[in-house]
């Protein structure tokens, strides 16, 4: 049983809506709408919402959106048969009031279709009913039941028919070559009617076969025989021995270049180095940087098809040609974009985006494209592009932005510290990135308190103490009226976190201390006993705000860190809602050159903000996300 169907265009209006067992649809759509269309996350064309099934389909002809809602815990075979057959049959019946393209036509437009959806569930109830589960098949309903026993018996020293068939291809010439043997031993058989190994008149159609192929070997076997050999003995031979050469050295009077090779530098043609090298330095005209080229199969076909115009009709006939297929006149279909899009995927997972992302993320331009009319003078990669730039765009910018300084403004009006969690695997620079907050946070005004929770690290304690003491002396206490502006809060080794944090806390309170910054021990995330630790940490003392800590270096690595982190979180949490990861804090972002796919791939699969970026080894190395910047890099070949 559904629970709701609606449809609604993309600007918001719900044009007819099914109530079925649920009383509204109005939160699950907000969230559809909210997680997956105006974030670009439509690759997979399903969403779970609590405790229900959203599937939905787009038409981007005509901007209308269809979704169903069911339970998820409900297997509905005919959901896609059915919201395929509503999104044709509401987009034939209503084409009219739906191509004016008008909030005030579609206000004014009655769209009365109940009873045409009733029908079509029925239907698609009905047709899922239907379908009876397969049966496994008995011996006696195969093929090799119906064949005869004597043709199955195979003789020693006999080839099986399977091998025999080409075996007569290549011997025909010795089986056609039997004359009157052959022919008396048939002779019975062919005047029964029957083929040879058949005595009680059962004809299987291996034996028809074989019977039909030696009947034409007979016939035809000697001209077939003589036409090969004839073809054989036109091809005249060349008599003699070709004129040799003359070698440079041999003191003849003609001299002969003996080099037919082309011209190499190093073992390399000349041309083909050339064109290495440019590609190498990505150079093209002027001497910038060469755009990624992504010429789809219809830009080809295009080119191809105005040379050949061209060609046959002139000069005219070619720009025509080519005017035509550049100005938009048809839909987009899935099979125009696949070249460009494979080229895409393949272009994102070189920049270091996770391969199961570039898919999903392709898949998703290819549903928001699938219909749509091309503009004018615009090609297919032109359009896929633009959209995937788009698509990443939305993707960086984050669904709720941190402000980390006015919701620490907001700590301080309630008087208590604004408490920040750092977490990790190992090495990935959680205690640097921390100072490099820490100096960020003294320059606005805010006092720190650096809580040393990683009690299992070797000298974990003494690099926190080391930039205490170096954070102190750019901003000592005389600069602030006497107010210690940072200071480490520290148990030693071997001691609970949880309990570290928790006093740490309370210190800062007493003390009244701005922010507290909570240093974590590095651990891999199949760690079981130190995620259990972490969820600990977090329930008992409910930061503000998680920042996981990773590498701009990773690639698959990390969507899995980033997934398994916020499972483990959810899992092993006490709490009734587990609080899972907040926002990224992404090192090593100077390494990577133009590689910067793990930007986009921690970002969709957390849907969580890039809160800071670190780019060096010093203090003042920190930077914030441009979105527009790393999908300028992202995008460039």
């Not at 090495?427 to 809580?451: C, H, M, Q, Y």
């Not at 210190?507 to 630790?533: E, K």
């Not at 910067?596 to 970026?613: C, E």
Request: net charge positive; aromatic share 6%; hydrophobic share 35%.
């Amino acid at each position: 049983m559904l629970d709701f169907f609606t449809i609604f265009s993309k600007g918001g209006l719900v044009l007819w809506c099914f109530q079925g067992v649920s009383d509204s649809c109005t939160g699950p759509v907000n969230a559809l709408i909210r997680s997956v269309l105006l974030q670009e996350r439509g690759g997979n064309n399903s969403f779970t919402h609590e405790a229900l099934t959203l599937k939905y389909k787009l038409d981007n002809q005509f901007e209308l959106v269809f979704v169903v809602g069911f339970q998820k815990i409900l297997t509905l075979t005919y959901v896609d048969k059915l919201i395929d057959d509503v999104h044709r049959l509401f987009r034939d019946k209503y084409r009219t009031e739906i191509q004016q393209q008008s909030a005030l036509s579609l206000l004014n437009g009655t769209f009365d279709f109940q009873n045409d959806f009733l029908r079509l569930l029925r239907e698609a109830e009905e047709s899922s009913k239907i379908r009876a589960p397969t049966t496994m098949k008995k011996f006696e309903d195969s093929e090799k039941a119906k064949k005869p026993v004597r043709s199955m018996i195979e003789t020693r020293g006999e080839k099986p028919k399977e091998k025999a068939k080409n075996s007569k291809k290549k011997g025909a010439k010795k089986e056609g070559s039997d004359g009157p043997l052959a022919t008396s031993k048939t002779a019975p058989a062919e005047k029964l009617g029957l083929p040879l190994g058949s005595e009680n008149g059962e004809l299987s159609k291996e034996e028809l076969i074989r019977r039909k192929r030696e009947e034409f070997i007979q016939k035809h076997g000697k001209g077939l025989d003589k036409s090969s050999k004839s073809t054989k003995s036109d091809v005249p031979k060349e008599k003699g021995k070709k004129a040799p050469r003359v070698w440079e050295l041999g003191g003849c009077a003609n001299k002969e270049v003996l080099d037919y090779s082309t011209p190499t530098t190093n073992g390399t043609p000349e041309a083909a180095l050339s064109e290495d090298i440019n590609l190498i330095r990505g150079t093209g005209p002027g001497g910038q940087l060469q755009d990624l080229d992504c010429s789809s199969s219809d830009d080809e076909g295009t080119t191809q098809n105005s040379t050949k115009l061209s060609a046959t009709k002139g000069t005219l006939g070619g720009m025509f040609g080519m005017l035509k297929g550049l100005v938009g006149s048809k839909n987009l279909s899935r099979e125009d974009m696949e070249s460009v899009l494979d080229k895409m995927r393949d272009h994102l997972i070189a920049k270091n985006v996770a391969a199961d992302i570039a898919v999903q993320l392709c898949d998703s331009v290819a549903n928001k494209l699938e219909g749509k009319v091309m503009g004018t003078f615009s090609t297919v990669t032109s359009t896929v592009k633009q959209a995937l730039q788009e698509s990443l765009v939305q993707i960086l910018q984050p669904q709720r932005r941190v402000d980390m300084l006015r919701d620490i403004m907001d700590a301080q009006r309630r008087q208590r510290p604004y408490v920040v969690t750092f977490c990790g695997v190992n090495g990935v620079g959680k205690s640097t990135n921390l100072a490099k907050i820490s100096f960020w946070l003294l320059e606005n005004g805010f006092s720190v308190l650096i809580a040393a929770c990683d009690t299992f690290r070797a000298g974990a304690v003494e690099q926190l103490r080391t930039h205490t003491r170096r954070l102190t002396a750019l901003h000592p206490p005389e600069k602030h009226d006497g107010r210690t502006m940072v200071q480490l809060f520290e148990k030693g080794y071997g001691k609970d976190a949880a309990g570290i944090a928790m006093e740490a806390i309370a210190f800062a309170r007493n003390q009244g201390f701005d922010v507290v910054l909570v240093d974590t021990a590095g651990r891999m995330q199949d760690n079981a006993p130190l995620m259990t630790a972490l969820a600990k940490l977090i329930t008992v003392n409910t930061p503000d705000l998680v920042l996981f800590v990773g590498e701009a270096l990773v690639g698959n690595e990390a969507v899995d860190q980033l997934v398994k982190f916020n499972r483990a979180l959810a899992d092993h949490s006490m709490a009734q809602t587990p609080r899972l990861i907040d926002g990224i804090v992404l090192t090593k972002f100077d390494t990577i050159d133009d590689k910067v796919g793990a930007a986009i791939s921690m970002t969709y699969i957390t849907s969580k903000p890039i809160v800071f970026v670190g780019t060096g080894q010093t203090y003042c190395d920190l930077r914030s996300l441009n979105a527009k910047a790393v999908v300028a890099a992202l995008m460039k070949a």
